[in-house]
């Protein structure tokens, strides 16, 4: 019989998706897969494996777990919702791609995952040139309260040459495996960080929402010239002396002080992170939790499959 460990490791998408109260599709639970396994595989044993006929449940084409079947028709509206949302991150980034310094403008979070809820944001990773962290953030944060951080909220902004982080948390991987590519070289984030496939193998990249959507290089290159030289620098310094408030203020409103990572990187350089570390840590936590309550499921239903496949005397 399998062991329970890989029933964990082949079910974590479904885990994980139950933590945020939605149904997924069986690519998803194929994709996020914690071990390597052909897709029609993965179909077959969903299909004929008697333990997990008492653990998953399947409603055209989407899987929950036993017990959560209510989530089937919430899930098609997060779609929906997610898909507007989409449109709207489209039209904003045509317009963010001529700002100085982008260099790539991505999709995060669940309007990236096709798992909107009705309050969800369009968050975004911007990609940005080095040394210009702190400029890319004021821009940015100026038009998003300017416009409403429901119209687009950047919450992540990542040095072009610092791309690669060293393997992070599941949370993390998630959140770069299923981010969608919007302007310039966005693909990059990905390509520079192969641990993500090492924790997703099926893993695949998911379709950019704007595949020919270029950045302004002419147009940035004038906004540049002005924003370069001694001016430049000096709008850098005290953008990032308002960036390092804004972060100590964001960190205080979950009653903590900025996470020494998130400082590190900042103070670096390399990264400014406004991505919900609190929302993250308590992420990894549920997930873990769920794990421990479906793998007691898992230990029943093996003695269950056992018990029914043992001759009678």
């Not at 998408?13 to 945020?20: E, M, P, S, W």
């Not at 209510?70 to 929906?80: D, H």
């Not at 507007?84 to 991505?106: K, N």
């Not at 999709?107 to 968050?123: M, P």
């Amino acid at each position: 019989m399998t062991p329970k460990s890989e029933y964990l490791d082949l079910l974590d998408g479904l885990i994980y998706g139950d933590i945020f109260d939605c149904a997924i599709t069986l690519d998803e639970l194929w994709q996020y897969a914690r071990v390597a396994i052909d897709r029609d595989q993965l179909s077959r044993r969903l299909r004929d494996d008697l333990v997990l006929h008492r653990i998953v449940v399947e409603q055209n084409g989407l899987y929950c777990l036993h017990g959560r079947t209510a989530l089937f028709g919430e899930r098609l509206t997060r779609i929906l919702h997610a898909r507007r949302l989409q449109r709207r991150a489209r039209f904003v980034a045509r317009v963010l791609r001529h700002l100085p310094f982008v260099r790539g403008i991505v999709l995060t979070g669940s309007t990236s995952a096709d798992d909107a809820t009705e309050g969800a944001d369009v968050d975004f990773l911007v990609i940005v040139a080095a040394d210009r962290i702190g400029t890319v953030f004021l821009l940015f944060g100026l038009l998003s309260r300017l416009l409403g951080r429901r119209t687009f909220c950047p919450n992540w902004y990542v040095n072009e040459e610092s791309l690669a982080t060293a393997p992070g948390n599941l949370y993390i991987a998630r959140e770069f495996a299923q981010a969608r590519s919007l302007v310039g070289n966005a693909d990059a984030l990905r390509d520079s960080n192969p641990w993500i496939q090492e924790v997703f193998p099926n893993a695949i990249r998911p379709p950019a929402l704007e595949p020919d959507l270029k950045r302004s290089p002419r147009l940035q290159g004038l906004f540049e010239a002005v924003l370069r030289g001694h001016f430049g620098d000096r709008l850098e310094h005290t953008a990032q002396r308002v960036a390092a408030a804004r972060l100590r203020i964001h960190y205080a409103g979950f009653g903590q002080e900025v996470p020494r990572l998130v400082a590190e990187r900042f103070q670096a350089g390399s990264a400014l992170g406004f991505h919900g570390y609190c929302h993250e840590q308590r992420i990894l936590k549920a997930h873990a939790a769920r794990r421990v309550q479906v793998s007691e499921r898992l230990e029943q239903a093996h003695a269950d499959v056992g018990s029914t496949q043992r001759p009678n005397r």
